[in-house]
């Protein structure tokens, strides 16, 4: 076996000399190709380094039209939403989903990748935990199944991630609470498991040091999934404890600002912008309930629509590719700011 290893079905061609339509051909089922092709494309494999993923799993069977879509928590509104999104143009385009929800465990996060090969899916959107995944099981399951991350990006791993621009959904907020009044105040997990929550803070800090002004960041207790109640004791023990050091609260996000809204309501303090308002309150991701709070919560949304389509046209993309990319694709969408009553 040559020393060199190669990456991907163009290296194996340019290698091997054989064209990547036959080698397609092949993998698909290597009845399909002559008898002294096939012995060439034997011998190459024999010779070089190459493991063909997705094709070898494909082997004397037709691909399946089944699509695997992997969430954090189906409990979770924003995941609830823009996994129904992309359920629906799967379901549209001619593909199979099966939609799973890891309910906040990475063991489950494990078994969920395990039962999705013995689906033989044609390609997976997987939104991880985060910082609960077990990094080397997602690793081992991409280099075998074509995948996309969505919402969670842990890098490197899945042949391209689709996501929010983390960075544009702080600037609005803290610019339009800045530009209004007083400094906002950054509400947080302590220890969150989304990583997205990271990148808000570091984004609220950045903003601040452009603004000028000194950053406060609050970080609460907490674990796992059950976010308004998280939201709801840790304001809970801030308000006791002499309260939020300025009068704007920006929450990492909508489920975190919940929870707060409640605390404001039990102990009588008025949220918004008018006379006797105790508080403003802002926040990130546009959760589905968040125009029904009271007050209506002001909000930088994801642009779901574009997300979920962009999610699977490039799963689409990377099926007629053959599995495999020829680099790992970024692709962030910006959020929109909505102005409700709370600020």
Not at 109 to 118: A, G, K, Q, T, V
Not at 167 to 183: A, D
Not at 236 to 242: K, P, S
Not at 295 to 301: E, G, H, I, Q, V
């Amino acid at each position: 076996m040559s020393g060199r290893r190669l990456k991907n079905m163009d290296e194996f061609a340019a290698a091997s000399g054989i064209s990547r339509p036959t080698l397609s051909k092949f993998f698909n089922d290597p009845n399909s190709v002559r008898a002294t092709t096939r012995q060439r494309i034997e011998a190459a494999l024999e010779q070089y380094d190459f493991r063909p993923n997705i094709f070898a799993m494909n082997q004397n069977r037709r691909m399946t039209r089944n699509i695997g879509i992997v969430v954090p928590n189906l409990a979770d509104p924003y995941f609830a939403e823009i996994a129904r999104q992309i359920e629906q143009r799967c379901i549209g385009n001619g593909f199979r989903p099966s939609l799973f929800s890891a309910h906040g465990e990475q063991s489950l996060e494990n078994d969920i990748l395990d039962s999705l090969r013995s689906l033989k899916p044609a390609g997976v959107l997987f939104a991880p935990l985060g910082r609960a995944s077990d990094k080397k099981t997602i690793e081992r399951f991409c280099s075998e199944v074509p995948t996309v991350l969505f919402d969670s990006n842990i890098e490197g791993l899945g042949e391209a991630f689709v996501g929010s621009d983390n960075f544009s959904f702080v600037e609005q907020t803290v610019e339009y609470l800045v530009r209004i009044g007083e400094q906002p105040t950054f509400f947080e997990m302590r220890s969150p498991s989304n990583p997205n929550a990271n990148k808000r803070r570091v984004a609220y800090l950045e903003m601040m040091e452009r603004s000028g002004l000194e950053p406060n960041v609050i970080k609460i207790d907490g674990e796992g999934w059950p976010l308004e109640e998280i939201g709801r004791q840790g304001a809970l023990q801030v308000i006791e404890d002499g309260g939020f050091p300025t009068s704007a609260v920006l929450c990492s996000n909508d489920r975190l600002a919940i929870g707060l809204l409640s605390v404001c309501y039990e102990k009588g303090l008025r949220v918004g912008r008018g006379e006797g308002c105790a508080l403003r309150v802002a926040s990130h991701d546009d959760h589905p309930f968040s125009r029904y709070t009271c007050p209506s919560l002001t909000t930088a949304a994801h642009d779901y629509d574009s997300v979920a389509s962009c999610a699977f046209n490039t799963l689409s993309d990377l099926i007629e590719a053959g599995g495999r990319f020829q680099s790992r694709t970024e692709t962030l969408f910006p959020s929109r700011l909505i102005l409700r009553a709370s600020a």
